[in-house]
């Protein structure tokens, strides 16, 4: 098991609204692949270091879990084709 920080890039043009569900979406298939509590925090719209999908900037949000190797390329892969997230990016922070 080990313990896993995700950075997830929306686009900047996403309502609010769309951002919520979106968020809780994430949160509910990292629940169904991981283990224990996720924790979660939007850090807000930042610039990008170059353009992503013809896009300078993107909302960041940061997600913290703990989940088995195996259940990482589940999680990446039932986010690859969303329209409003723009970047993944899945980091082992420490292992257990």
């Known amino acids: 098991m080990n313990h896993y920080e995700a950075m997830f890039i929306f686009r900047p043009d996403i309502t609010e609204e769309k951002l919520d569900k979106e ?8 629940k169904t692949h991981g283990k ?3 924790q979660f925090t939007n850090l807000g719209k ?5 353009p992503v999908h013809k896009y300078d900037e993107g909302v960041y949000v940061n ?13 990446k ?4 084709h969303r ?12 292992r257990s």
């Open 23 to 30: 968020m809780k979406s994430i949160k509910r298939s990292i």
């Open 36 to 38: 224990g509590d996720v």
């Open 46 to 50: 930042k610039t990008l270091a170059y």
């Open 63 to 75: 997600y913290e879990f703990t989940a088995q190797p195996a259940g990482i390329a589940k999680i």
């Open 77 to 80: 892969k039932s986010f690859k």
């Open 83 to 94: 329209e409003n997230i723009l970047r993944v990016l899945i980091i082992v922070k420490g």
